[in-house]
């Protein structure tokens, strides 16, 4: 009998549960809009052309092979993530008070941000309330909660009367939160809503954060997929930079270079002061030093060549561009459709949210009927991954959304 016997059985990952029922499925005409991950038209995952170009380059250059990163990781990779969150001219960067750290994709910045500020955030007495969005990104919570912050609160976001943000909701619960919480935000293309506050309304947040002494945290995993312009989706970040906040952001480059197995991700940390910076540093350099010791190269260096070079740089810009247009143009079908076969309800959610994900409205019963008898696989909470939607399947999903609704 083995010491374990008396463990228990976990629940499996609800999103990659779904696919594993997708790809268990014979049904020919079967749509798999759980992933989170980007699709083509022809439904199939997508190497970034630049990112083939670059990872031809390396490996024939003589100069590349499989030493160790530093226990920070690969600098010119930090530098140019950092920058591109915050902008090359950000009066953090030109006051040497903002860097990054490279990490295990988004889901390990999170994790560094939350050891990190578990070990030395300690505005408090006792543990710091950490806000998510209600809802939010799952993982968000569990990764808090397995670094030791045990007050997880949760601010009201989705509005589901209107498909659209609940901003009353959110500043009241914002106001209410405890001095110095903690508070994640998704810097642009909500997770899963795909509902982002307009930049009117991170002023009002930014404010309340200002009152409040909220701690931010930047959870930024879709850069680029809000309006197809890294730049334009980095506002909210870049307007709390310039409202002189202390903060944290969380990048993964799984989602804008496709190198979703690749795990290359960046802490950003911007302070007031440099001194702070460089100590804050040494600690993390420890925290990794004991987590995983050091963090993998090749996604991190295909990244950093791109970044650094100007047509590399271009061409990945017009790769994003593809991305972001293909999902627009998917939902501008889907609405178009919807309206057309005269489905009941209101479908302009679907045009008005961003990036990857739409919070359909659709309830746990419609969703089940569409998996069930339909075979297309999406999230109980009716969240898709509009990029699961081609020319060749929309038909069958409007007509199948349609029945499900009536
Ligand atoms: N944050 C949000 C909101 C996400 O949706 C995801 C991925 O789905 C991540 C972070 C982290 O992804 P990864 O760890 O693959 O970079």
Redesign the pocket.
Known sequence: ESVFVDVDLAAPVAVFQLTADCKADPFERKINLGV?AYRTNDALPWILPVVKSVEAQMAIDPSLNHEYLPILGLPDFCESATELCLGKDSPALVENRASGVQSL????A?RLAAEFLARFYNKRESCNPVYVSDPT?GNQMAVFRNAGFSDIRKYKYWNADNCRLDLEGMTQDLRNAPQYSIVIF?ACAH?PTGVDPSQEEWKVLAEICKERSLFPVF?C?YQGFASGDPDVDAWAIRYFVNCHFELLVCQ?F?KSFGL?NERA?NLTLVLHDSTALSRCRSQIELIIRAMYSNPPNHGARIVATTLKNPAFRQEWLDNLRTMADRIRSMRQILHNKLREMGTPGNWDHIINQNGMFSYTGLNPAEVEYLIKTKHIYLMSSGRINMCGLTTSNMDYFVSSVDEAVR
Do not use: I, V
């Open positions: 989170g994709s988004g889901t390990g999170l990104w998704h997770n959870d995993a993964s799984a979703y991700g």
